[in-house]
């Protein structure tokens, strides 16, 4: 994917040269070249191949965090350790306290 990125970048880059240097040409033809036939195609290409990647770092991170201290999660831990007093309990649907 690298080498294909380099080289779509290499020939954009080179026709955005003969686009500023040709008669008819100007700078902002050239750089609409290099943002709309090189920046934004490699970006969207890039985004949608790297997506497989990212995906299993995304579940790499989320199954090393329920895993470290075996009650799914930090937030639950980290809850419990409050120097504040549990407020009043909640009644169950349909019954007064």
Do not use: K
């Amino acid at each position: 994917m690298l080498l294909t990125a380099v080289a779509w970048l290499y020939v954009v880059l080179m026709v955005a040269v003969v686009q500023a240097t040709s008669e008819h040409g100007g700078l902002l033809d050239a750089l609409l070249t290099l943002v709309f036939a090189g920046a934004l195609p490699l970006g969207i290409a890039a985004y949608l191949f790297f997506s497989p990647a990212r995906a299993r770092a995304r579940r790499a991170r989320e199954s090393a965090g329920a895993g470290s201290d075996g009650a799914g999660g930090n937030a639950a831990v980290e809850a419990d350790r409050g120097s504040h007093p549990a407020g009043q309990p909640v009644a169950p649907v349909g019954e007064e306290p």
